[in-house]
C-alpha cells in the first residue's frame, strides 16, 4: 500500500490570494500527475511532471516536482472562483499497473 | 475534450434492484477503468481492463461485476443493489504517456440506493 499524503484537505480563500498545496510520499515515483476535480464531474488532467526538480507553468498554475521526486507542489497565484475544486495528485511508480490518487486538496475560492 | 461518457448521470433505485452503469469512449483506448468515489473523499479503484476481454479487480473489493465485450464499452453491473452502494461511479480510459498513463475521466453516475 502506498503512502501518500496530501495537504492541506480543505483549504478555503478569497478572490486573489495566493496559495500552495502539496503532495508527499516517502517513495520515489517515475512521474506524477495533478487532476482537478470540479463539483459533479470527473477529474481532469492539469499536467505531468516526469524529472525531479521540474517546474511547470499553466497560466496561474506552478508545478514542481521535488527533486527527489518523491513530492510535488502545486502553487496557484491571484486564485479566481474558477479555481475551485479538489484537486487531486496521482503519482506513477515504476512497474505499477494503475495510478492510484492522494485523497485530495478541497479549495474553495470565494468571490 | 474527454470522448468518454457515462449514462446514467444520476440513479435513485431501490435496494435488491439490478443495474447497470454504462460507460463508452471513442477515443480506441484500451485501457479502461471504473473509479468508486464517496462525497469529499479520494478515489479508490475497483476494477480495470487491458482491453477486449481482459477485466481484473481493482484495489478495493467491490460486489459489482464488468464485462468488456467491445474496445468502446466497460459496463458496470450490480446484480442486487444496497444503501452500501451508494457512491458516486466514475469511469475512464487511458493512454500511454511517458512511462505512465493520461487518464481522461466521464462525468461519473451518481448512484442512490435506498
Known amino acids: 500500500t502506498q503512502l501518500l499524503e496530501q495537504s492541506p484537505q480543505f483549504l478555503s480563500i478569497q478572490e486573489g490570494e495566493n496559495l500552495t498545496v502539496y503532495c508527499n510520499s516517502s517513495s520515489v515515483f517515475s512521474s506524477l500527475q495533478w487532476y482537478r476535480q470540479e463539483p459533479g464531474e470527473g477529474p481532469v488532467l492539469l499536467v505531468t511532471?516526469?524529472?525531479?526538480?521540474e517546474v511547470k507553468k499553466l497560466k496561474r498554475l506552478t508545478f514542481q516536482f521535488g527533486d527527489a521526486r518523491k513530492d510535488s507542489s502545486l502553487h496557484i497565484t491571484a486564485a479566481q472562483p474558477g479555481d475551485t475544486g479538489l484537486y487531486l495528485c496521482?503519482?506513477?511508480?515504476?512497474?505499477?499497473?494503475?495510478?492510484?490518487f492522494g485523497t485530495g486538496t478541497r479549495l474553495t475560492v470565494i468571490p | 475534450e474527454a470522448d468518454i461518457y457515462q449514462t446514467p448521470r444520476y440513479l435513485v433505485i431501490g435496494t435488491g434492484k439490478k443495474i447497470t452503469l454504462e460507460c463508452s469512449q471513442t477515443m480506441g483506448h484500451d485501457k479502461m477503468y471504473w473509479y468508486q468515489q464517496d462525497p469529499g473523499m479520494e478515489l479508490h479503484l475497483i476494477h480495470y481492463?487491458?482491453?477486449?476481454?481482459?477485466?481484473e479487480k481493482g484495489d478495493l473489493s467491490s460486489e459489482s461485476t464488468v464485462s468488456r465485450i467491445r474496445t468502446e464499452h466497460f459496463p458496470l453491473t450490480l446484480e442486487s443493489a444496497r444503501p452500501s452502494h451508494t457512491s458516486q461511479y466514475l469511469c475512464?480510459?487511458?493512454?500511454?504517456?511517458?512511462?505512465?498513463?493520461?487518464?481522461?475521466f466521464g462525468s461519473g453516475t451518481q448512484l442512490s440506493v435506498l
Open positions: 511532471v516526469v524529472t525531479g526538480g
Open positions: 481492463s487491458y482491453g477486449v476481454n481482459s477485466t
Open positions: 496521482a503519482p506513477h511508480q515504476t512497474g505499477a499497473n494503475n495510478l492510484f
Open positions: 475512464a480510459s487511458s493512454e500511454p504517456v511517458g512511462l505512465g498513463e493520461k487518464l481522461f
